[in-house]
């Protein structure tokens, strides 16, 4: 399969050279290598988002998938992943989406560990709406709704996940293509729950590019994924904050093998999925006249 096969005649509305670009492209780059891989089909590949800027990547990619509500991407995952497990569920949004109005989805989604993906376009703002406050914006941030700046620390998705039991939590950056690459193809592989908080600096409401492009380093081979405690202390070494010069972490911070939701579920075990209906739709739509 080649890459143009996944690109769609719309518009690109993003601003120009936003940088959700990097992930539509980091993402698009995972889906072919894992189908050319025989990993996954590309009839199997759901997107499923929400609305915002980010969330827009789903006009972009030529596979199917559902545009839900805001802050609803990952309940939306887990109905489809149920309704079909055989399918390659990726839900993608921002955020604001998913920290804010989604965020209890988001701790049940890492509790529950259904096997399905999903990548926040970490803008740390509300990009869509021009730029109010999210609960990943840093302390000290000022809009046009907090004029007198965020008094709050910001939350860290990255040691929420991982205190609510995630078993994939990486960190990418949608300006390191490459490596976003490799981290969303590992994420997409992974059986469980796989999420990934991609820093994605908003050029109009939030460029956080300078900050990113000194301080960011890739997490190498000497940090354990298997371990939760030293996970979790690669996590706090950066508090989503700018008042400093802090080394940030990108790379998988943990990794485990858990069982998923859907095996858990003896109903969700038979492929009650695969059973042919035969739908009569004439009788069905007669009962609409
Ligand atoms: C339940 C609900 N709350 C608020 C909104 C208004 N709204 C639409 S897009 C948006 C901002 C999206 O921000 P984010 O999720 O961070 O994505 P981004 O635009 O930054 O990619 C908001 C607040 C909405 N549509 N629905």
Redo the contacts with the bound molecule.
Sequence with gaps: MKIEKLSTKEEITWCPGCSNNGILQASKEAIVGLVNKNKIKAKDVTIVTG????PKIFDYVNVNGFYG???RVLPVCLGIKNGNPKLTVIGF?????TYA?GIAHFIHACRYNANFTMIV?N?Q?????TGQA?PTSEKGFVDGSTPLGIKEKPLNPIVLALESGASFVARGYALDVPHLKNLIKQAIAHKGFAFVDVLQP?LIFHNTTPYFQKNIYKLDKSHDISDLERALQKAKEWDYCFDKDTKIPIGIFYKKRKPTFEEQWPQLKKPWYNIKREIDWERIIEKFK
């Excluded at 609305?51 to 980010?54: A, E, F, T, Y």
């Excluded at 949004?93 to 989406?97: E, K, L, S, T």
């Design positions: 609305v915002g800027c980010s509500l805001h802050g949004a921002g955020d604001g989406g109005e376009h803008n703002v509300f990009s869509l709406t999210t908003c």
